[in-house]
């Protein structure tokens, strides 16, 4: 438990990585295919995409759906700034709506509130696994006309009344990072219902190319295939995914039973028909008499694994304060003084939030042992 994440890797990885590589199948191949598949039916998706990481996911999600530079899209702050940056590989504007501090997902009235003529696009984030408020989001998008890009990288295994995170709006991007609920190490997915936008993603994320491959090119595409060793760790990792995600419950809900018995902590509410899919836990410090620092050097002491993870906001990183100013689009595209944006909530749980380990690798008695180091923590002050 001194880690925060661990991948779950058994001997069926390494037997079809080894079978793979032994066939000499490197690039995306039969594996590939078979993820894309599988990969589809576990969320509902007519289309699954895999890509190099899900960076890309949410790159060729944006180039798909022809966002074109100067555009506004709205999102949160309070993410890995991959969901922002991806924003800007094309020139699109991220516009950051504050967070609702019951979730930590976008709060749907912000939303609203950023609308402008210039806004095409909303990208909600599925933060720590925790389905958004996909229900306010779609209203708001058919209101005003505009494309919803689902960021479900942490999100696989969170479900809104049985339906999937990813295909409540036109696209949805997963993440198979190493730390991530599955893995291939680097890799990604996209998923849509819609035919033409798939055939689309699939010609970019390959240089161009048409179905039938070779060295006809018919856009000004990429490489972002996935490597073919990695989409069998994936395969396997798919399979296993329910499993995995049943272990995380069962240590998430003991250990989100103690922060809400602790009147100083509070964690993410889970609304009614909403299945978290605790990708992190992370609580927050109600009561200012406790520093995130103090209670994560405590947790070291005991050996348990905890850090800040996006205690520096999107909006405040030197990316968008600074780096903006230097980058190719900033000569065409009028972004906003970043160091203008307040998120009053956004800053509040960014600096008041640390992450405890639920992966599926914790023992019950490494659960227990989270649990009474926060109560003596927080018993203590
Ligand atoms: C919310 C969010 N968006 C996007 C990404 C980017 O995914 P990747 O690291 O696979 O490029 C991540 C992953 O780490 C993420 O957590």
Not at 226 to 246: C, F, H, S, V, W
Not at 337 to 347: A, C, F
């Amino acid at each position: 438990m001194k880690y925060i994440a661990q991948p779950q890797i058994s001997e069926e990885e390494i037997s079809l990585v080894a079978h793979t590589i032994r066939s000499k199948s490197f690039v995306e191949g039969e594996n590939a295919r078979t993820l894309e598949k599988e990969f589809a039916t576990y969320v509902g998706a007519k289309h699954a995409i895999c890509t190099v990481n899900g960076t890309a996911a949410l790159h060729l999600a944006l180039e798909g759906l022809n966002i074109p530079p100067g555009v506004e899209v709205i999102t949160s702050a309070f993410t890995f700034i991959a969901s922002a940056n991806a924003i800007c590989f094309g020139g699109g504007i991220p516009i950051f709506a504050d967070i609702d501090p019951s979730s930590f997902n976008v709060d749907p009235e912000k939303i609203e509130a950023l609308i402008t003529p210039k806004t095409k696009c909303i990208v909600p984030i599925h933060i720590f696994g925790l389905p958004a408020n996909m229900k306010a989001i779609l209203d708001i998008a058919e209101d005003h006309k505009l494309t919803i890009i689902e960021d479900a990288c942490q999100a696989h295994g969170g479900r809104i009344d049985g339906k999937h995170v990813g295909t409540f709006g036109d696209v949805g991007c997963f993440s198979f990072y190493a730390t991530k609920n599955m893995i291939t190490g680097e890799g990604g997915m996209v998923v849509t219902n819609n035919d033409e936008l798939a055939t689309r993603i699939r010609s970019l994320k390959n240089h161009g190319r048409g179905p039938s491959g070779g060295y006809h090119h018919h856009l000004i595409g990429y490489n972002f295939r996935l490597a073919e060793p990695l989409a069998a760790i994936g395969l396997i990792q798919l399979r296993k995914l329910p499993k995995m995600l049943e272990q995380r419950r069962k240590n998430a809900e003991m250990i989100r039973s103690t922060i809400m018995e602790l009147d100083s902590l509070n964690a993410q509410t889970i609304p009614t028909g909403v299945t978290h899919s605790h990708y992190i836990c992370a609580p927050v410090i109600q009561d200012p008499k406790f520093s995130v620092d103090e209670v994560i050097k405590e947790l070291h002491n005991r050996g348990i694994g905890s850090r800040r993870i996006y205690s520096v906001p999107c909006h405040q990183q030197p990316t968008y304060l600074d780096g903006i100013k230097t980058w190719r689009w900033n000569k065409f595209v009028n972004y906003p003084d970043y160091s203008k944006v307040r998120l009053p909530v956004t800053e509040r749980i960014a600096h008041s939030h640390f992450e405890v380990p639920i992966h599926p690798g914790i023992t019950s008695d490494e659960v227990a042992a989270i649990q009474n180091a926060l109560k003596e923590i927080f018993s203590s002050g």
